[in-house]
């Protein structure tokens, strides 16, 4: 079975401070992997995915991500945020299998930007 | 374009009353899965369709909850007898199929006192 981990349930930066957002997986089959950011009283939105190629994943709002097999990661970065980065940011997986839809999501960080 | 959309977005039962919670998917979508999101949770897997095929069912918590997706496109999630532990936020999303990425509804949050 899978798991996702995400190490920080809250993280509070300062405005224009680099941020980084912890995720670590745990699967016996390859993986697909995913960010979404989820705002107050909304739906969850798609950050970045890794599927397959380079490692090293940019997305939407200036974030990027890395996937490292080895450590089984998939840290989510951004050099730089703004108060309107301020929301819960959510980790997922999805098996590389035939077959296989379901999302596999952590618990999520709730990033706060601090002016 | 229009996105996934959900109604009633908001709905308090009493325990033991029954809730169905519905869920209009972005048109031309063939897969539609239900997410589970209790408070302060990342959200859990219920269900999934493709077309108005349940294919996979095993997330759902208990025999009083069912989904259904009669004509392939907009689906209902009904849940029976409401208990205090099934509040949370039900999240529904569609996707084109296979291989893509799916867009996420705005829930139903879902009170039962």
């Known amino acids: 079975a899978q798991s996702v981990t995400q190490l920080d349930s809250q993280v509070p930066v300062f405005e224009e401070a680099p941020v980084e957002l912890r995720c670590n997986y745990s699967?016996?089959?390859?993986?697909?992997l995913f960010w979404y950011v989820q705002y107050p009283n909304q739906g969850l939105q798609l950050l970045l995915k890794?599927?397959?190629?380079?490692?090293l994943v940019k997305g939407i709002n200036g974030f990027e991500a890395e996937f490292n097999k080895s450590q089984t990661s998939f840290h989510l970065r951004k050099p730089s945020v703004h108060i309107s980065d301020t929301a819960e940011y959510f980790c997922?997986?999805?098996?590389?299998?035939?077959?296989?839809?379901?999302?596999?999501f952590g618990q999520g960080t709730r990033l706060t930007i601090n002016p | 374009g229009a996105g996934v959309s959900q109604s009633p977005r908001y709905k308090v039962a009493k325990r033991g009353q029954d809730v169905a919670l519905r869920c209009d998917p972005i048109?031309?979508?063939?897969?539609l899965f239900w997410y589970q999101q209790a408070l302060g949770q990342g959200p859990e897997f219920l269900t999934y369709f493709q077309n108005e095929a349940q294919l996979d069912k095993s997330g759902l918590p208990s025999d009083r909850f069912f989904a259904e997706r009669p004509e392939g496109s907009v689906s209902t999630l009904k849940i029976q007898r409401t208990q205090q532990e099934d509040s949370a936020v039900y999240l529904c999303?569609?996707?084109?199929?296979?291989?893509?990425?799916?867009?996420f509804g705005p829930g139903t949050r879902l009170t039962v006192t």
């Open positions: 699967s016996s089959v390859s993986v697909y």
């Open positions: 890794y599927l397959s190629g380079s490692t």
């Open positions: 999303a569609s996707s084109l199929g296979t291989g893509t990425s799916e867009s």
């Open positions: 997922a997986v999805r098996e590389m299998i035939q077959g296989a839809q379901k999302l596999v």
């Open positions: 048109s031309g979508h063939v897969s």
